[in-house]
């Protein structure tokens, strides 16, 4: 990993909507990191964001100021992020960069669990509305 937006981190999009939008609600973790000297536990983060480049950063080893391993537990913590197209963009990255297109530090295992909500788009809300005014109008026919 390199420094935030170097063509080499890791980046993956993960769909969780459906193309429809999403509130991320809370991120938690679990997971063993490796930094290795010169490089610090705390330079290791992941950047938590939506495809327009606008979100988090969850920095687990934070404080951590030497190399080595360690595991993090912690969350969930929350920030409700609004991920217009459904999909969260994690970009693997460290704040520091020792080794220019080396390596720093390793997610060697664990991992990220998040807490979202799937926002209907609006021809299904429009739909659900109707549908509960139906049932309304049925019931005060009773």
């Not at 080499?8 to 909507?17: E, K, P, S, T, Y």
């Not at 809370?26 to 973790?29: D, E, G, P, Q």
């Not at 997971?31 to 536990?41: C, E, G, K, R, T």
């Given at each position: ?24 609600n809370?991120?938690?973790?679990d ?11 705390s ?8 495809t ?26 929350a ?64």
């Open positions: 990993m390199d420094e935030y937006g170097d063509p080499d981190n890791v980046v993956h999009l993960v769909d969780l909507g459906g193309e429809n939008p999403v509130t991320v809370s991120v938690a973790w997971v063993d990191l490796f930094a290795d000297s010169p490089s610090y536990l330079e290791i983060s992941v950047a938590i964001m939506h327009g480049l606008s979100g988090f950063t969850l920095t687990p080893g934070t404080g951590d100021n030497f190399p080595g391993s360690d595991t993090y537990t912690g969350g969930p913590d920030f409700g992020l609004v991920l217009p197209d459904g999909f969260l963009r994690l970009e693997f990255f460290e704040w520091y960069d020792d080794y220019i297109n080396d390596w720093d530090g390793v997610w060697e295992d664990g991992g990220l669990t998040f807490d979202y909500t799937v926002v209907p788009e609006p021809a299904s809300m429009i739909a659900l509305g109707a549908g509960f005014a139906a049932v309304m109008a049925r019931r005060r026919r009773k």
